[in-house]
């Protein structure tokens, strides 16, 4: 099985981020304790911003994306 592959569980984890106070600030503010907390922890500890990440493309501190884009 590829490593890229999309389970159910990546997009339960993911929703969890999606949904998290912490990385919604800081996908938001771009700035802040928020922002440098999500930045850190991202990839080595939280298994909710790795899917995040894997489901959208983009890191979980990363601003959300246009409409058009």
Do not use: S
């Not at 998290?20 to 440098?36: E, I, L, T, W, Y």
């Not at 850190?40 to 894997?54: H, M, N, Q, S």
Request: proline share 4%; glycine share 6%; with cysteine.
């Amino acid at each position: 099985m590829a490593d890229d592959t999309i389970t159910g569980l990546d997009r339960a984890l993911a929703r969890v981020c999606e949904m998290c106070p912490v990385c919604r600030r800081a996908r938001h503010r771009q700035a802040g304790a928020a922002f440098q907390l999500v930045r850190r922890i991202e990839v080595d500890i939280c298994p909710f911003c790795r899917a995040y990440a894997k489901i959208h493309g983009r890191k979980a501190h990363e601003p959300l994306r246009a409409q058009g884009d």
